[in-house]
């Protein structure tokens, strides 16, 4: 297998990086661009981009900023948030970005993954899962559906899903480390990758997700201090996880 | 400043490789000009697209007849992902396609735990960690490098295949183009 990622996860609304709190109040963190290349140059091994705003002068602000990311960045990313068809999927891919991540499109219309990862290819297309209580999370993780979390990810893998990326709503924002029993769950059902995301706190935490699974998606912890990812990285590895060599 | 064409396979992103080449300082079109093909300093095929629809659309344009005429011409092709894949006599996906028999050798499906395969690796014997995003591999007698036992390069004559990602492996990546490109 290839060696384990750490992914810095931005989420991006009219053009600027912001930090919620509490899903209420939003603040600036900063100039996409700006970020990208300092996680970048940090290690990163890649980066996600997850639109928030959700609305079509926000899309069009996106666009300009995975172009502009695209012209900088020397690592792969991927941008999700209101992808909801293969035009949406299409503009962000032709903008520049590696992949998209499907959400909620991807729950009510399923074929929409199958669609992208014809004219893509799979390792193009992650399917984003917010799990909660053993079923899966629309809305941010508010509404709950009936469908069962891992069933739903066997089903987006046989799709032609190349990544899942797999949130856990109990976990996420509170820093006391990853879900790593639903984790290993989603991971021994399916054949694709995994992300684990949401509960991150500390390298300990990461390293704990990235001896089950492929990749761990990271925010607070590194957007609290930027310029920490390279001893991160490290202490990472101090626990046992092999990294990608980088040269700094 | 000599001129790298990058061609064009009528679809997908070929945004990065050119941000990647802009930073080297090269400057790059992107065409499927067969004229263009034959001339330039330098050719490079990006890993974009299918390769049913990539193959039809180089044949269509006269672009394939071009870079065979390179080849034999000794001219300088670096082909990335599913442009090196292209390369070799026949390829497994979208039901099987023919190649260009640049390279003895053909493509198939991985059979390895999880695929596809995603993330950095380290090719020897090169003892660098590249970036990788792939679902087929090439078997050739060509290989140059490997990584995890899969094949991670081909060379022959003028034409270089790489399975990874230069454009998206950081300081490694763009260190590795510049070597590519340095004679061009």
Same mark, same amino acid.
């Given at each position: 297998?290839?060696?384990?990622?750490?992914?810095?996860?931005?989420?991006v609304?009219?053009?600027?990086v912001?930090?919620?709190?509490?899903?209420?109040?939003?603040?600036?963190?900063?100039?996409?661009?700006?970020?990208?290349?300092?996680?970048?140059?940090?290690g990163?091994?890649e980066?996600?981009?997850?639109?928030?705003?959700?609305?079509?002068?926000?899309?069009?602000?996106?666009?300009?900023?995975?172009? =502009? +990311?695209? @012209?900088?960045?020397?690592?792969?990313?991927?941008?999700? $948030? %209101?992808?909801? #068809?293969?035009d949406?999927? *299409?503009?962000?891919?032709?903008?520049?970005?590696?992949?998209?991540?499907?959400?909620?499109?991807?729950?009510?219309?399923?074929?929409?993954?199958?669609?992208i990862?014809?004219?893509?290819?799979?390792?193009?297309v992650?399917?984003?899962?917010?799990?909660?209580?053993?079923?899966?999370?629309?809305?941010?993780?508010?509404?709950a559906?009936?469908i069962?979390?891992?069933?739903w990810?066997?089903?987006?893998?046989?799709r032609?899903?190349?990544?899942?990326?797999?949130?856990?709503?109990?976990?996420?924002g509170?820093?006391?480390?990853?879900?790593?029993?639903?984790?290993? =769950? +989603?991971? @021994?059902?399916?054949?694709?990758p995994?992300?684990?995301? $949401? %509960?991150?706190? #500390?390298?300990?935490?990461? *390293?704990?997700?990235?001896?089950?699974?492929?990749a761990?998606?990271?925010?607070?912890?590194?957007?609290?201090?930027?310029?920490?990812?390279?001893?991160?990285?490290?202490?990472?590895?101090?626990?046992?996880?092999?990294l990608?060599?980088?040269?700094? | 400043?000599?001129?790298?064409?990058?061609?064009?396979?009528?679809?997908?992103?070929t945004?990065?490789?050119?941000?990647?080449?802009?930073?080297?300082?090269?400057?790059?079109?992107?065409?499927?000009?067969?004229?263009?093909?034959?001339?330039s300093?330098?050719?490079?095929?990006?890993?974009?697209g299918?390769?049913?629809?990539?193959?039809?659309?180089l044949?269509?344009?006269?672009?394939?007849?071009?870079?065979?005429?390179?080849?034999?011409?000794?001219g300088?092709?670096?082909g990335?992902?599913?442009?090196?894949?292209?390369?070799?006599e026949?390829?497994?996906?979208?039901?099987?396609?023919?190649?260009r028999?640049?390279?003895r050798?053909?493509v198939?499906?991985?059979?390895?735990?999880?695929?596809?395969?995603l993330?950095?690796?380290?090719?020897?014997?090169?003892n660098?960690?590249f970036?990788?995003?792939?679902?087929?591999?090439?078997?050739?007698?060509?290989?140059?490098?490997?990584?995890?036992g899969?094949?991670?390069?081909?060379?022959?004559?003028?034409?270089?295949?790489?399975?990874?990602h230069?454009?998206?492996?950081?300081?490694?990546?763009?260190?590795?183009?510049?070597?590519?490109?340095?004679?061009?």
């Amino acid at each position: 297998m290839p060696l384990a990622r750490l992914i810095p996860c931005l989420d991006v609304s009219g053009g600027r990086v912001v930090k919620g709190v509490s899903f209420v109040e939003l603040r600036d963190m900063g100039d996409p661009v700006e970020l990208a290349q300092y996680y970048s140059d940090g290690g990163a091994d890649e980066l996600v981009f997850l639109d928030i705003s959700a609305t079509p002068e926000g899309q069009q602000t996106m666009t300009s900023v995975i172009e =502009k +990311v695209a @012209d900088v960045l020397e690592i792969p990313f991927t941008v999700g $948030g %209101g992808v909801r #068809s293969v035009d949406d999927a *299409a503009r962000i891919i032709e903008s520049g970005a590696d992949r998209v991540s499907l959400n909620s499109a991807a729950l009510s219309n399923p074929s929409l993954i199958s669609a992208i990862a014809e004219k893509f290819g799979s390792q193009a297309v992650v399917v984003a899962i917010d799990a909660g209580d053993g079923v899966v999370h629309t809305h941010g993780g508010r509404n709950a559906t009936d469908i069962e979390t891992v069933a739903w990810a066997i089903e987006a893998a046989s799709r032609g899903a190349g990544e899942i990326l797999l949130t856990s709503i109990k976990m996420d924002g509170h820093r006391q480390g990853f879900d790593l029993e639903l984790t290993k =769950k +989603v991971r @021994d059902a399916v054949s694709v990758p995994v992300i684990a995301s $949401g %509960g991150a706190g #500390s390298a300990e935490h990461v *390293a704990e997700a990235l001896r089950i699974t492929d990749a761990a998606l990271v925010a607070s912890i590194v957007h609290e201090n930027p310029a920490g990812l390279p001893g991160l990285r490290k202490e990472i590895e101090a626990c046992g996880i092999s990294l990608r060599p980088t040269r700094i | 400043m000599s001129q790298v064409v990058v061609v064009d396979y009528g679809a997908g992103n070929t945004r990065s490789v050119r941000a990647a080449l802009r930073h080297l300082g090269y400057d790059s079109v992107v065409s499927s000009e067969p004229h263009l093909i034959r001339s330039s300093d330098f050719v490079l095929l990006p890993g974009v697209g299918s390769a049913r629809s990539a193959m039809a659309h180089l044949n269509s344009t006269g672009a394939e007849d071009a870079l065979r005429d390179r080849f034999s011409e000794h001219g300088p092709i670096l082909g990335i992902c599913l442009g090196m894949q292209l390369a070799l006599e026949h390829s497994e996906e979208d039901g099987g396609v023919s190649g260009r028999g640049l390279l003895r050798g053909k493509v198939e499906k991985m059979q390895i735990d999880r695929v596809p395969r995603l993330g950095w690796s380290v090719v020897e014997p090169w003892n660098e960690a590249f970036y990788f995003a792939h679902s087929f591999a090439c078997l050739s007698e060509d290989v140059v490098a490997t990584s995890e036992g899969i094949t991670a390069a081909i060379h022959r004559g003028s034409f270089l295949g790489v399975q990874f990602h230069p454009e998206k492996s950081g300081p490694a990546g763009l260190s590795f183009l510049e070597k590519c490109l340095s004679p061009a």
